[in-house]
């Protein structure tokens, strides 16, 4: 294999075989980045004199012929060549000689793959936040459209007290939106530029590091050369667990989907062509999608666990098992970006249910109404509390309600919840307040 560093001796294939890895795959994902950031580099060199204008303008040439051959997806990492990094110096070095081989005057693959990285999370989170914006705009939207229509609320698995599909909806909406903070400290955190810390420790050439900082559009640089190299985990991690507050958001909600679609609920369903069914039941909808969904979140939410204690026990400074936080962290994006896409999908189909009052189970959801409507009515709480629970008891419980309605034909208004995000103020503009004010990255 062609490695940068050969001094005339190789590594067994055994070898190569095993400290590489999927790490060739996996790098093809940040080939623009190298080569972006290759520019900025070179731009930066012929600033303190390392390189000519001509030669700047050669090499420049170089790499937008690189950047456009991987945006048609003509660019190979070769079988004999190690990395991203050295398939790019390689290829300029045949299609221009000896001035290809001056481009990494100053720099290491440590410095290179930290801003490869660092640019590529920066482009992952951003997608994240527009898709978190999509499916939070979607249960806002569901919030209002089903406002009025009730269904039950639970604690402990047991019936407690009346919800409604914009509550439900509205939770979910405003607890991506506190995800959405996580997500602003990630980008905080990848939105600094490594690059110009050489392999950990700076360099004897005068490297303008702002220059680069601007040229990449970082808003800010890890200013000490060894912090910088400490940001390798931890880039990775901040955005791990944003990921997986989002993935926890996902796995209540498809928890719920699950519980709901059941006929022992019924209070959702969903078009046929969602479902899946049985090869001996008949009669069977499966919730594929939220299972599916539910275990990805569940494997997503474990990723920051699983990059902390790979970067423990090792000192500053580059370690190959920093390579294979890639594995970890690069699939568990891919199954982000699936399951946020999905979750939208399948909501813009969903069918709820209305009238789920009307069943003699749910009679009891409104003993906490019947309480606070004797309440009102002078008789002290806990009296009232007192002789609710031995209606109860005694099979006697009826909620005294709304005249003329069924339990079923309630709506928010009959039940007067009028605080702050209850049942009848739901609140969904503050909502998006909360929300435009956590995006604004």
């Not at 075989?17 to 060199?45: E, P, Q």
């Not at 810390?197 to 060894?226: C, E, I, K, W």
Request: net charge negative.
């Amino acid at each position: 294999m062609s490695t940068l560093w050969s001094k005339g001796t190789q590594a067994t294939e055994l070898v190569d075989d095993f400290t590489v890895g999927n790490d060739r795959i996996l790098d093809m994902r940040l080939a623009s980045y190298d080569v972006l950031g290759s520019k900025a580099h070179i731009k930066m060199l012929e600033s303190i004199g390392l390189l000519t204008a001509e030669e700047l303008e050669i090499l420049t040439d170089g790499l937008d012929g690189i950047l456009e051959e991987i945006a048609k997806g003509d660019f190979v990492l070769e079988d004999d060549v190690e990395d991203i990094h050295s398939q790019v110096e390689l290829l300029l070095t045949r299609r221009l000689g000896d001035i290809g081989k001056k481009i990494h005057s100053g720099r290491s693959r440590n410095d290179q793959v930290l801003v490869d990285l660092k640019l590529y999370l920066k482009d992952e989170v951003l997608k994240l936040r527009e898709e978190v914006i999509t499916l939070f705009t979607t249960l806002q939207t569901l919030s209002e459209k089903h406002k009025e229509v009730l269904l039950p609320g639970y604690t402990h698995g047991q019936v407690a007290m009346p919800s409604s599909f914009g509550l439900w909806f509205g939770a979910y909406a405003e607890a991506l939106a506190d995800d959405m903070y996580m997500l602003r400290g990630a980008y905080g955190v990848t939105d600094q530029n490594p690059l110009g810390s050489a392999a950990g420790y700076g360099s004897s050439f005068p490297l303008d590091r702002q220059m680069t900082t601007d040229l990449l559009g970082f808003a800010s640089l890890d200013h000490n050369v060894v912090a910088a190299q400490l940001s390798r985990g931890k880039a990775e991690r901040a955005v791990a667990s944003a990921m997986g507050a989002i993935a926890l958001t996902l796995n209540k909600f498809a928890s719920d989907c699950c519980m709901y679609m059941s006929p022992n609920y019924g209070f959702i369903k969903f078009p046929d062509e969602l479902t899946t069914g049985s090869s001996i039941m008949p009669h069977k909808k499966n919730p594929d999608v939220w299972e599916i969904m539910r275990g990805n979140c569940n494997r997503i939410i474990s990723v920051e666990n699983e990059i902390s204690l790979m970067c423990s026990n090792m000192p500053h400074g580059y370690h190959r098992d920093f390579q294979l936080l890639k594995d970890v962290l690069f699939p568990a994006l891919e199954n982000m970006h699936k399951c946020l896409y999905m979750a939208d999908y399948m909501l813009q189909h969903i069918i709820i249910k209305e009238g789920i009052l009307d069943a003699p189970i749910y009679e009891y959801l409104f003993t906490v109404e019947e309480v606070n409507r004797r309440t009102l009515e002078g008789m002290p709480f806990r009296d009232a509390y007192r002789t609710v629970g031995i209606e109860v008891n005694e099979g006697r419980f009826r909620y005294q309600g709304a005249e003329g309605k069924t339990n079923g034909q309630l709506t928010p208004e009959d039940l007067r919840h009028t605080s702050i995000g209850s049942l009848g103020n739901l609140c969904n503009d503050m909502i998006k307040a909360k929300m435009d004010i956590a995006s604004a990255f």
